[in-house]
């Protein structure tokens, strides 16, 4: 078996047992809470090519996303519920430079093994001025805590996380630096504790909705909102040398208007 096929199996598996999380009352609490945030957002948002690397399909709020062009990326062929989905390596896409408007990824840092290989190359492919969107988990939190105790003291859900390497917010501040993206804005969400139970969710939404206003830090999940800077230094410019009378031109690459559909 190749390395990439071996990849391929890799990113399957770990997509499969991250939907047993999402469909859980647990996963299912925070897709509505991060839904409510992202679908305003997304209805307000303009432009040609919304990309989204998600550990779960992103139809909650992509449906009212000002972006009518949108590619979700999934982990092998069979999951490809419809023909705008990316089938790749995270690591390596098969898209231009600056060529998509705004970049979501949704709780994929913690999905991939090489978590800044996935975020260098979507600022890569983020339009100068362009935008990028990152929920992730934080380790400082309740969260981190509840994946320390034994497996039989954790909420079934959280059994999926347990080998997840979630990044903190300290250590992305020091990556998205590296590759000149400047942080605009963040939003701390879901304050309550990873309990599985229904009616302790239900119980608890009230509280958790006013401590999401007041921006506590050790919140659940957090979610940035990033500029690329323009002259970002993510590939060098070439050196065009002149050979005599004809003028060098570059060879053409794939636009953005090439990516839309037919």
Request: glycine share 4%.
């Amino acid at each position: 078996m190749s390395v990439q096929n071996q990849q391929t199996q890799v990113n399957l598996h770990v997509w499969k047992t991250w939907q047993t999380f999402w469909s859980s009352t647990l996963g299912q609490e925070v897709l509505a809470v991060e839904t409510a945030l992202l679908k305003p957002f997304l209805e307000n948002e303009r432009g040609y090519h919304l990309l989204v690397i998600g550990s779960c399909p992103a139809a909650s709020f992509l449906e009212t996303s000002g972006i009518r062009h949108t590619l979700e990326w999934r982990p092998a062929l069979q999951l490809a519920e419809k023909e705008s989905c990316l089938i790749a390596d995270p690591a390596a896409l098969p898209l231009p430079d600056d060529s998509m408007d705004l970049v979501i990824l949704q709780h994929s840092l913690e999905l991939f093994s090489s978590p800044h290989a996935l975020l260098k190359e979507a600022a890569r492919v983020t339009l100068a001025k362009g935008e990028l969107v990152i929920l992730g988990f934080n380790p400082v939190s309740l969260w981190g805590l509840a994946r320390l105790l034994p497996g039989f003291m954790q909420a079934e859900p959280l059994r999926a996380l347990k080998k997840a390497d979630l990044i903190s917010q300290a250590k992305l501040a020091d990556w998205l630096e590296f590759l000149d993206l400047k942080k605009e804005v963040d939003h701390q969400l879901f304050h309550r504790p990873p309990c599985n139970r229904p009616g302790f969710q239900q119980k608890m939404r009230s509280l958790d909705q006013r401590l999401d206003k007041k921006g506590w830090p050790l919140a659940g999940v957090y979610v940035l909102r990033i500029k690329k800077r323009i002259g970002s230094p993510l590939r060098p410019q070439p050196a065009w040398k002149k050979t005599g009378w004809l003028p060098v031109q570059p060879v053409s690459s794939p636009t953005r208007n090439s990516l839309k559909n037919r």
